[in-house]
């Protein structure tokens, strides 16, 4: 075991309780002493265990699969629950997701703006004509595809992509590199029946594919590696292809 | 006074509510989700390895059926399950994975012609038949005779509930998120509905319905260290036991997994073993199959777990400043296979050990998993004794897995229970039995109750710490009522924990008095709803002197069939019990398809009952004659336990399979 002294952290979190119309947002600072294998997770519990029980945040698996804990970490949008803080300098600033709505806090309303955009783009298998007999066998699925739809299903809905992008602050009806993955995602899938016209109705606008300036801040800090950018290209190029037809 | 109707209330968003939801809502009945989290936030999303379900497509899947199923079931749970369950579970569980199929989850398929597997330790070559390319694939479980868990690389939970939420989304099922029930709404012996907080604004609404139904999960959080997320505090089997009148079964029935990652409890999935992954002690030793020569790594997961913690106690543990841990070697699987097989786990190595699994040895040892306890119900999923109030998945016991949960029936069970459950609510919803008699002055009252119950914490002055209770809480939990049990540690157990429960009456909300979002408040009336889960757990634990599954009495090492063939049923009658009450219902040897024996790990240490002699000669019997007769195992198997009549007719029909009832 190391002799050295373990780091204080500093600790700076802008704060802010729209519930309290005396409250205005400002930066807090708390000092926590840095432990061995130490995650963000830890850093926040023991503030509020210890420090300020009323400091408010999402963690809900603490393991990176459910996307709850995006925040800016020292600016940059990512999940606080697998950043170790070994990886990060002593001053750390932590601030909610801009773009969504605030709850108090760290913690932001991402199931709401979720929630929307899956209600917009029909995020599920369109399949009207095909009533399932629960009896037989299942239909069969080329095993690679299988894998590359399972590659665009591993968004986690984090909305780190949505606070990286350039595009939606300047047009919040932009539908993000969220929305496009989703797309792409059932139109890769054979058992979602729409038509190119179909989705060329839900993204073939400004709001949709072609609001992409391609400045690709979604990939870089997308937790889970999705090919954004090919992904956006592709759409792109299949809209422009069915607005021509 | 907020006020809201529907015809079925669903609480928690978890796989096995939003089935529910989705079900009840394609039968034409309105349905309302109340949820902690955005759905998808739920923790069915970190189940990682897979679904069990006997679809016999794989190669190493061959002959695999509902039969076989059953049996790996019933011995997983210690012949602590309900065999009229277990059987409608197996024979559902095909149908509820082709049904999400269809709703869109992306099954890794299977790829005919040769590949490459690790089986014990062993380079092997597997061939894919031409006739099951494109049909769903499956991984070797533990405890498992066939290779049966189906899945998506290892985001199984994952892609099956953001399927799950999207289906619910097209059915138009209400969904209340960031809402939290504190209690249920009962009258004259009947639940409902519930009243909520709204964790955003912290306002009240009662939420009145016909049917309520908890689908809150496990309560794994009222132990320190466990791989369920943190919001898996086991508030939904406090609330029913808050009704007074709702019970508790089997709540001392602990999984613990045998690989979670050191220190920080997360999940490596048993897909890892399943694979070809092998336990190394500090030597870098292989210990496993000198324990269990046969399933070796792929024993049951509370084998397994007993095994690494005996022999870490023989001193082959690796020292760790948090502690002894063993290591789970993948390195053997090749980076090709676990950069698409396990992918999670590889992104849970880099992020929280920094290392490379494909390279180095995981650091891991056995961690509380999975509650096999939780609300008593029917095979209807309804509660034996408080009517309008259904129960399913993690957070009941109907009681599909006894005293151990087998890995792969857990997401399964999520969405099987949730389909079926939803047909029998569905049906209740449809009779005039569901009508409801409640005076609008009673669900006001249950709102002035709970409004009254939340001030009194804000207000309280020269209170406990309620963070204090639940560390000291979690730490008995951990130290006195673990992996191993015995009567001195679980005397100990249950004194401290009734005597932090009188404590918790008195828990003060300090500084943060908002009655909006306000996690100090949270804490604190979540807090005293865990010490009372956890009071049913180790009391249960107390007073079980047997060792059945997972739980095993260091002073009682036997399964005691002839005394404690029973579940253990927990209440909370009177609100001033500092104690839960503690009663026993038989588990009936007579109806059994497949009566107590030796599940086949360590010794043979059963003290059998007088009747199961008796039962198997006779399920003996019947079999010989109906076989000799030339009758299918359909009719054998109704011969034994008829049980189909009691599934929903929609789900009554026959499995297709490759060979089988095409």
Redesign the interface.
Known sequence: MSEEKNRILKISILRFDPNDPEDFPHMETFEVEEAHGMTLYIVLNEIREHQDNALMFDFVCRAGICGSCSMLVNGRPTLACRTLTSKLDENITLAPLPLFELIKDLSIYTGKWMRGLDERLETWIHNEEEKLNYDKLEERMEPDLADEIYELDRCVECGCCVAGCGNIQMNNDFVGAVGLNKVARYHLDPRDKRTEEEYYNIIGDEDGVFGCMSLLGCEDVCPKDLPLQSKIAYLRRMMVKTALK | MKIKYTDVLIIGGGLAGLRVAAGVKQRGHDAVVLSL??P????S??AQGGMQAS?ANSNMGEGDNEDVHFSDTIKGSDWGADQEVARMFVHCAP?A???L????V??????AGERNAIINAQKVTITEKEEA?????ARDFGGTKKWRTCY??D?TG??ML??MD??A??EEVV?H??QEAISLITDNGRCYGAISRNL???QLTAYVAKATTVATGGYGRIYSVSTN???CQGVGQALALETGIATLGNMEAIQFHPTAIV??G??TTEGCRGDGGLLLDKDGYRFMPDYEPEKKELASRDVVSRRMTEHMRKGKGVKS?YGDHLWLDITILGREHIE?NL??VK??CE????IDPAVDWIPVRPTQHYSMGGIRTKYTGESQTLKGLYSCGEAACWDLHGFNRLGGNSVSETVVAGMMVAEHIADFCDSPESSMHIDSLVIEKALHTQKERLEALLNKENGEDA?VLRRRMEEIMMEKVGIFRNGKDLQEAVDELEELYKRSKNIE????K?R?????LV?AYRTQMMIKVALTVALGALLRTESRGAHSREDFPARDDANWLKRTITSWPDANQTLPSVTYEDIPIASMELPPGFRGYGKDLTEHHPDTQARQDAVDAVRKELEQSGASRFEIQNALMPYLDKVPP??Q??????GE??
């Open positions: 989290v955005p998808k936030r739920s923790h999303a970190a679809l149908k994975i082709r049904e199929a269809h709703w869109g992306p099954w890794s398929r299977v790829q390319h494109g049909l769903i694939t998506t690389s985001g994952h892609s953001y399927a999207n289906k989304k097209q969904i998120e960031r955003r604004t912290g997320a943190i919001i220190p920080v997360i999940l400043r698409k992918r999670e992104e849970i992020h929280f050990l920094g963070y909300v300090f500084r943060c908002s909006a979002a306000n996690p100090a804490n929609k789900y029909g026959l499995n297709e399979r490759l009832n095409v």
